[in-house]
């Protein structure tokens, strides 16, 4: 089978080219399954219930986020409702929400997909190895395909939860930082990894911000109000070819693809 894990969504610009592009992909790619991180999707910063829905009707199947998905608080009652979207199953216990969930592809394969935060230049929450561990004990009987957003600003906390997991799941894909890395590759023990997916959103921009923006902040330290930038968008993540008896991966490829909107 193969599953499509696509990188941060960025604001209206890369919903937009998501939407559009993700049946076309799917057709050529003949993908099985589609995983999104939506945590930027409404103008930049976080994600509400109109735009959650628009990426499922696109043909995601499971969207994950991370450390700024309650910046719209009409997202809270959506979350009750939708077992598809995801927020870090290592946060509080008594929040909103699932850290992860059991899908099915159209041929009735399961998939697991887990939603883990880093804690290295992030907010202390509960250690997402442990969380792994525990979530991993109920998951594993229900899919033995299993796909980990490792949502983290450290690439070594990323590369240890790589390592971590190899054996145990089927990927460990990384986001959050909107930068594509080229260090993909299939762990020893079958698990797919890269320590980050990358970023659907505009290209001429920093990490999705308007460059001006971005530089005035750096160059002053004062607060500026960040906006969605435009201009051409960048449509960035990997797919994973998975053979679903065993979970194994046994390919992982970048995707980059660039469209107008």
Aim: hydrophobic residues 45%.
């Amino acid at each position: 089978m193969r599953i499509l894990f696509l990188g941060d969504i960025v604001g209206k610009p890369g919903r937009q080219a998501v939407t559009a592009l993700l049946p076309r992909l799917i057709d050529i790619e003949r993908l099985d399954f589609v995983v999104a991180n939506c945590e930027n999707v409404t103008n930049g910063s976080g994600v509400d219930p109109k735009s959650a829905r628009d990426l499922l009707a696109a043909g995601v199947d499971v969207l994950t986020s991370g450390n700024h998905v309650w910046r719209r608080k009409e997202i809270i009652e959506f979350f009750a409702a939708e077992r598809r979207l995801l927020r870090p199953a290592n946060f509080p216990p008594m929040v909103p929400g699932h850290g992860w969930t059991v899908a099915e592809t159209a041929d009735g394969t399961a998939v697991a997909v887990v939603n883990l935060i880093g804690r290295v230049y992030m907010d202390s929450v509960d250690c997402p190895f442990r969380t792994a561990e525990n979530v991993l004990r109920e998951a594993g009987p229900r899919a033995a395909v299993v796909i980990v957003d490792m949502h983290a600003d450290a690439t070594s906390e990323k590369n240890a939860m790589g390592w971590f997991l190899d054996g145990k799941v089927t990927a460990v894909l990384g986001s959050h930082s909107h930068v594509q890395t080229a260090d993909e590759r299939v762990l020893p023990g079958g698990t797919a990894y890269i320590t980050d997916a990358g970023m659907c959103g505009p290209m001429d921009s920093v990490i999705g911000v308007k460059k001006e923006l971005a530089i005035e902040r750096f160059l002053t330290h004062m607060p500026v109000r960040f906006e969605v930038a435009s201009g051409p968008v960048v449509v960035q993540g990997v797919i994973v070819e998975v053979d679903a008896e065993t979970g194994r991966a046994t390919a992982i490829t970048r995707v980059q693809e660039r469209r107008v909107v």
